[in-house]
């Protein structure tokens, strides 16, 4: 484990000693004190903790660097269908941390963090756009990739490459209309 | 022109006179008007991935659009005449494509330029119009991907051949899908075929 995002997690622990973060390397390296650190957050809790992370002196995690979505359908061992990812920045501390949030079909919702860093504003847009995931307290939440009208989220696992028909169902100009 | 004055005096020649006039009027509407339109084509660039490229391409000096007099590229449908698709076009994209060719004064014509634009290439994917042929009339296919800046200027000797015949006429006149592709001529195809 990283050295630097040590206190991170004993903050956290103490902070929330009923929550159960599971803090584990992101991917495995050779040198360990290369590996950034994974965390587990319950939904329910995201806002809590996500507001304990950025204003505790311990943490300061000033950036949310980005903010992403992983489908877990049919992958080995996996318990949740989706989980929401944030990769978070300390420009301060200098040190990272990657938190997961783990939801489920068939009403999957996770609470809107644009109230602690503005900037999920437009990948929370996007994540719901592509992922169906609905963000509780998100100021504008429409679709932002897609055009308006597209019924379905596309880069879920079960959604056909060529689509549902979306690509054919549209107007047509002729020679007689223009 | 009572029955009896028809009867004395001959029609044939009025008629003949008309014939001629209407045959010297078509001659020059084809080989003057057309003549000047076929070689002043004002292309819009509606480039939207690489074939975008090979057309800059085909505007620059190498290949010098500027030889088949439609170097006068214009970024507003309204100054155009000669619409050209240059790249895959995804379906939140084809009402502005439909609205730019709603836009441009008739005559006007369409290049599809590139597999993307003609069937969708490579991206055969929900949110990419499978040719843009399904939503906008188009008059010629240009093959290739991308393709070189000479098939882009066969595609653009075509347009001008189908000037060449009906240059004068809108394209509502002229009828929907006139399906010409580069390399075959645009004598046999023209007018003949009325696909959907």
Not at chain 1, 1 to 22: G, H, K, Y
Not at chain 2, 56 to 72: L, N, Q, V
Request: glycine share 8%; proline share 7%.
């Amino acid at each position: 484990m990283s050295v630097a995002v040590q206190p991170v997690i004993e903050a956290l622990t103490t902070r929330f000693p009923d929550i159960d973060f599971a803090p584990g390397p992101l991917l495995s390296r050779k040198k360990k004190e290369d590996e950034q650190i994974c965390v587990r957050v319950p939904p329910d809790r995201l806002p809590a903790v996500m507001e304990f992370l950025r204003e505790d002196d311990r943490c300061s995690f000033e950036q949310l660097c980005d903010l992403a979505c992983v489908d877990y359908l049919n992958f080995p061992k996996a318990r949740d269908r989706f989980a929401v990812v944030y990769a978070l920045l300390s420009i301060t501390k200098g040190h990272r941390l990657w938190v997961k949030c783990f939801v489920n079909d068939p009403n999957p919702e996770v609470p809107s963090v644009t109230g602690i860093w503005w900037g999920a504003d437009w990948p929370e847009r996007e994540v719901y756009d592509l992922f169906g995931i609905k963000f509780t307290g998100h100021p504008d939440l429409r679709r932002i990739l897609t055009w308006d009208g597209f019924e379905a989220h596309p880069l879920r696992k079960d959604y056909p490459l060529q689509g549902r028909g979306e690509r054919e169902n549209f107007e047509t100009v002729t020679r007689d209309s223009a | 022109m009572s029955a009896a004055s028809s009867q004395t005096t001959p029609v044939v020649g009025e008629g003949f006179i008309a014939t001629q006039l209407s045959y010297v009027v078509d001659l020059i509407r084809k080989h003057g008007v057309n003549w000047a339109r076929k070689n002043s084509l004002w292309p819009l660039p509606f480039a939207t991935a690489c074939c975008g490229i090979e057309l800059m391409a085909t505007g620059a000096s190498r290949y010098d659009i500027a030889r088949f007099g439609a170097e006068a590229m214009r970024f507003t449908p309204r100054q155009c005449d000669l619409f050209i698709c240059a790249g895959r076009v995804a379906i939140k994209m084809m009402p502005v494509l439909q609205r730019l060719y709603l836009q441009m004064a008739e005559p006007k014509w369409v290049i599809s330029m590139g597999a993307c634009a003609s069937s969708g290439g490579v991206f055969d994917t929900y949110s990419v119009v499978q040719g843009i042929d399904q939503f906008v009339p188009v008059d010629v296919y240009v093959p290739g991907c991308p393709p070189r800046p000479e098939t882009l200027l066969e595609g653009l000797m075509a347009i001008q051949r189908i000037v060449t015949n009906d240059g004068v006429k809108s394209s509502k006149e002229r009828g929907r899908g006139l399906r010409i592709t580069v390399g075959q001529s645009a004598q046999t195809h023209h007018g003949k075929e009325d696909i959907g």
